[in-house]
């Protein structure tokens, strides 16, 4: 389903409702919210929004596990970081356990055993269901998602939860959860927006299925919710 704002405050207030719905929701009936974080800079008004005295109250932290959809294989000091920003926005500014974040980096360690290493941890807090509350995704302008790019290997992943791999392009590693996994959420939600989110909101959406040119078209829950929430500018209606 795709919903349209006027613009990205909106979409912001709706991301961070659905959030704190789906963590109430989770909390009350199996007693633990399991969230996926996305990094670049869309969501950075989401999580400035939960962070704040309007919405951080609303969910009780103690009881939220956090994990995020990939990362660059960068220290989490680095500005490049998925993780370092979403510490500065949002989980140093609420009383989450330290044990129950689990950044997708670790010094000492290749990316691909991190990879299997956080598989493990995400079965552990999952189970073998492997079933997240909510997955927060962004959509590159070239259609990829989490750090499923066109054209490469991890595509066509089937098994493992969690890959890891070199992109040549950006010429750093990167670790993602896989599109299998993804798919398994009971809510996943998209956010798009900006003139150069266009061509390639349309394609994933009405376009021909090729989903090695645009991976986002990977993205199909087995039982949940496909949310996308975009602005009239990505839509082509403003």
Not at 122 to 132: A, D, N, P, Q, S
């Amino acid at each position: 389903m795709i919903q349209i704002y006027n613009n990205t405050e909106e979409i912001n207030t709706t991301a961070a409702d659905l959030f704190v719905e789906s963590a109430q929701k989770a909390i009350a009936t199996k007693g633990n919210f399991t969230a996926v974080l996305t990094g670049g800079s869309s969501p950075a008004g989401i999580y400035k929004l939960l962070a704040s005295d309007a919405y951080k109250n609303k969910i009780d932290w103690s009881k939220v596990f956090i994990f995020w959809g990939d990362e660059r294989w960068v220290p989490l000091n680095d500005d490049l970081s998925n993780a370092k920003m979403s510490y500065s926005t949002l989980l140093s500014h609420v009383p989450i356990p330290q044990e129950n974040i689990f950044e997708m980096y670790k010094d000492g360690v290749t990316p691909e055993d991190y990879a299997v290493e956080y598989e493990k941890s995400i079965r552990t807090v999952l189970g073998e269901e492997g079933k997240f509350d909510l997955i927060l995704l962004g959509m590159g302008d070239d259609g990829h998602t989490a750090s499923l790019f066109p054209g490469e290997a991890v595509l066509q992943e089937q098994t493992k939860w969690v890959d890891a791999y070199y992109l040549a392009p950006q010429k750093m590693y990167r670790i993602t959860l896989t599109a299998p996994l993804i798919n398994k959420a009971e809510k996943i939600v998209v956010v798009a927006f900006g003139e150069k989110k266009i061509h390639a909101l349309k394609e994933v959406t009405t376009g021909e299925y090729n989903p090695t040119l645009y991976p986002m078209q990977l993205i199909k829950p087995v039982s949940g919710e496909l949310l996308f929430l975009v602005d009239k500018v990505a839509a082509g209606t403003n």
